[in-house]
């Protein structure tokens, strides 16, 4: 079963998790600083305006930037590490 839902103006990002510690992080660009950002887990596919989500193989996830350097990121549990995740937040301009 699938859920099909609009993302308006937010951005969508398909970034690849990498190791962090004893857990997984991905890059965000720096103006997500102090944000909350949905991260969706599983199988998910962004098609135009809308995003494609299987309903039970999906794990959706909130998440802090936080800053990292001169960067930011998101922590993730390890078991997401080396998966294609989406980040859903912040307006395009």
């Known amino acids: 079963m699938y859920i099909k839902t609009g993302v308006g103006r937010l951005k969508v990002l398909e970034r690849v998790s990498s190791k962090f510690g004893n857990s997984c992080h991905v890059f965000v660009p720096k103006s997500s600083i102090g944000k909350n950002l949905k991260v969706i887990i599983g199988n998910s596919r ?21 800053s990292l350097g001169t960067g930011a990121h998101i922590i993730l549990p390890k078991e997401t590490l080396g998966l294609k995740i989406k980040i859903i937040g912040g307006e395009n301009e």
């Open 46 to 66: 962004f098609s135009g305006k809308e995003i494609v989500i299987d309903f039970f193989g999906t794990e959706i996830l909130e998440r802090k930037v936080t």
